[in-house]
């Protein structure tokens, strides 16, 4: 489900057929937005919206600012009863921030709870606490356009060897900022240029293509851009689950004596700490399940996060 950010705009949009299937105008047409209560938030009528061909109609509309986190819907009532029409349409409002591996909209999920007992910003916090763990881990960022800059040794115990491919340590590589060569008095000796050498981004493996690195006395200095477009679908797995078991760490510790019935003259008694157990049961279930992401992913050191 496509999710947005409150301010943000949803293009609502339908199309109205007929019993054939041939689109078809409608005399009347009302568009309901409902919240994540099933509240009617927005209602408009057909005056309201914008017909952008035969049958078919839209509305944009805004989120507003103080718009509830969750799952959004919206639907289209025509005035002909047998017209047909598209079912619901669903879109989610988060918190999320383009510099996080998950959403907090993620979190509230695995974590079973939602903005009632922890707050957005807390839960973002966890987040960002999460993320970096994981970068400590695999010692690499997940997001779009990180700086990297790498000094890489040329040397190779057959000094007679041509050395003419390097591999970089971050990948996918997007782009090359600069090559160059220095001495190890920290002089450049060779500035490489883009026609020098070929790529590979998705190996970080840079070739030259008729010249070779010096070596040992010369060391090459790689300044570039890695990153992806968008979060691996593992990471923001991962970065959700271990937000999850954090989340609901600090929440346990108030529950182990909650009290979840009572004890009356026909013989009910009181039960305490249910939360607490269930919330312990669901770290388990949280932890095997990050257990299964890291060995996915391939794990690199071994986490921080102690249960």
């Known amino acids: 489900m496509t999710k947005y950010r409150r301010g943000e705009n949803i293009e609502c949009k339908t199309t109205i057929l007929d019993e054939d299937g041939n689109a078809q105008d409608a005399t009347t ?6 919240d994540p209560d099933g509240t009617a938030n927005t209602t408009k009528a057909i005056g309201d919206l914008t017909r952008e061909s035969e049958g078919v109609y839209y509305y944009i509309f805004t ?13 289209f009532t025509p005035s002909t009863a047998t017209a047909k029409i598209e079912d619901y349409k669903y879109f989610t ?13 993620d979190v509230y999920r695995k ?13 973002a916090d966890f987040i960002k606490e999460s993320d970096a763990e994981i970068r400590a881990m695999y010692q690499k960022s997940f997001a779009n356009a990180t700086t990297e800059t790498e000094w890489i040794d040329i040397e ?26 220095y001495d190890t008095g920290s002089t450049l000796i060779t500035t490489w240029t883009a026609s020098d050498y070929w790529l590979d981004s998705g190996m970080g493996r840079i ?28 990471i923001a797995a991962l970065s959700a689950t ?16 909650d009290v979840t019935s009572y004890s009356l003259p026909s013989g009910v008694t009181i039960g305490v700490g249910e939360p607490y157990m269930n919330m312990t049961r669901a770290i388990e279930k949280h932890k095997d399940e990050k257990d299964r992401l890291i060995k996915a992913i391939g794990q690199l050191r071994t986490s921080t996060l102690v249960i």
Not at 29 to 34: F, K, R
Not at 213 to 231: E, W
């Open 29 to 34: 047409l009302a568009l309901v937005i409902y």
């Open 63 to 75: 989120i507003p600012a103080d718009a509830a986190y969750g799952d959004w819907s919206y639907a």
């Open 93 to 105: 409002v988060d918190a999320f921030d383009s510099g996080l591996y998950s959403t907090t909209m």
């Open 111 to 123: 974590a079973g709870i939602d903005s009632t007992v922890i707050g957005e910003g807390d839960v």
């Open 156 to 181: 190779n115990l057959d000094e007679d060897e041509d050395i003419d491919t390097i591999f970089l340590d971050k990948r996918p590589v997007q782009s090359i900022t600069s090559l160059e060569s």
């Open 207 to 234: 070739r030259l293509v008729s010249k070779t690195f010096a070596q040992q006395n010369h060391r090459v200095k790689v300044v570039y851009t890695y990153g992806y477009t968008a979060v691996p679908t593992n």
């Open 242 to 257: 271990i937000s999850a078991m954090r989340v609901l760490i600090d929440q346990i510790g108030g529950t182990y004596d």
